[in-house]
């Protein structure tokens, strides 16, 4: 089992920056992918970024060139880096990761969310 705890959301004007910050504890040594998802008021939760173990990065086309995801494997920890926020990019962040397990096999972990909201 991995347990996630999220931190950094919070509410910002068009135009401006959060860093979001994902600890995670347990299982961790079973983590191979970390990522963000995102989910606004009435839509699908749909993935923002991902990243390997080894530092390779997805993300997705809204956010290309704006968003940042990075981890730290060392402290267990996932960060995505917001800039140029726009009013589009509101919703519940939440981290996520993929992990292996020799005798369960894949499965995934979720953190609580954090809001993020960007409006003027």
């Known amino acids: 089992q991995v347990q996630l705890v999220e931190s950094g959301g919070g509410f910002v004007h068009p135009g401006g920056s959060l860093r979001l910050s994902c600890a995670a504890s347990?299982?961790?040594?079973?983590?191979?992918?970390m990522a963000w998802y995102r989910q606004a008021p009435g839509q699908q939760r749909v993935l923002v970024a991902d990243i390997t173990s080894t530092g390779s990065t997805n993300y997705r086309d809204s956010v290309e060139g704006r968003f940042a995801i990075s981890r730290d494997n060392g402290k267990n920890m996932v960060f995505l880096q917001m800039n140029s926020l726009k009013p589009e990019d509101t919703a519940i962040y939440y981290c996520?990761?993929?992990?292996?397990?020799?005798?369960?096999?894949?499965?995934?972990?979720w953190g609580q969310g954090t809001q993020v909201t960007v409006a003027s």
């Open positions: 996520n990761t993929r992990s292996v397990d020799p005798r369960v096999g894949h499965y995934d972990s």
């Open positions: 347990g299982s961790t040594f079973q983590i191979f992918i």
